[in-house]
């Protein structure tokens, strides 16, 4: 079992930048790749990219490409999604996802980033 | 990117009957190590997704029998044999066989 606390809401101004926490926790959360992925209000889910489990890679969409930047840290099994120069349309609930197997096992309870001027 | 296509968007069903939806992609979801990366997640209001199926047809843990995934290549169905009152929700396909991840715009499942 392994378990994904993501930090909290932010409000953030056109043209900031964010960074989105992940705790993981679990008996085998170092096999896991952590994904994250993104739901704007009232719509569907969209894939961001994916970190592997010893946060040493990353891999993006392309849509994200040079705006977004995945990290962690090994000693508190934390991840994160840092999105930059951000817009009205990046409002929306970033999850993050901890997968095997090509499946996504596990999901945080999600955080909400409003753009807002 | 490979397109991930959902039927119906909307889906009202009666409780203890069955429900049934369908997922379509634009190319073969067959992976060249054999293997088939589809999965379905249902997301309740106000809640994250969660794995309901993987690999076109597996349980995930904890998943009720009720559940069911079939299909092959380009078109898959979810199937729900008695429908409860906790299935209300969105249900998302999703294909990992190849980058980027994508998935359905969602089956939306609501009780007449």
């Known amino acids: 079992q392994v378990h994904l606390v993501q930090s909290g809401a932010e409000v953030k101004r056109p043209g900031a930048s964010v960074k989105v926490s992940c705790k993981a926790s679990?008996?085998?959360?170092?096999?896991?790749?952590m994904h994250w992925v993104r739901q704007a209000p009232g719509q569907g889910l969209e894939w961001m990219g994916l970190?592997?489990?010893?946060?040493?890679?990353?891999t993006y969409a392309e849509k994200f490409q040079g705006r977004v930047t995945m990290t962690g840290d090994t000693s508190s099994t934390t991840g994160y999604m840092e999105l930059r120069s951000l817009t009205s349309e990046d409002t929306a609930i970033y999850y993050c996802a901890g997968a095997s197997d090509q499946r996504f096992d596990y999901w945080g309870q999600g955080s909400l980033i409003t753009v807002t001027s | 990117d490979i397109v991930m296509t959902q039927t119906p968007l909307s889906s009202p069903v009666t409780l203890g009957l069955p429900a049934s939806m369908s997922c379509r992609s634009n190319?073969?979801?067959?992976?060249?190590?054999?293997?088939?990366?589809l999965s379905w997640l249902q997301q309740r209001p106000g809640q994250p997704p969660r794995l309901l199926i993987y690999k076109i047809s597996n349980r995930f843990s904890g998943v009720p029998d009720r559940f069911s995934g079939s299909g092959a290549e380009t078109d898959f169905t979810l199937k729900i044999s008695r429908v409860e009152a906790e299935d209300v929700g969105v249900y998302y396909c999703?294909?990992?066989?190849?980058?980027?991840?994508?998935f359905g715009q969602g089956t939306r499942l609501e009780i007449k």
């Open positions: 679990g008996d085998t959360i170092n096999t896991y790749y």
């Open positions: 190319q073969s979801l067959l992976h060249r190590n054999g293997n088939t990366y």
């Open positions: 999703m294909q990992a066989t190849e980058f980027p991840r994508t």
């Open positions: 970190l592997s489990p010893t946060y040493e890679n990353a």
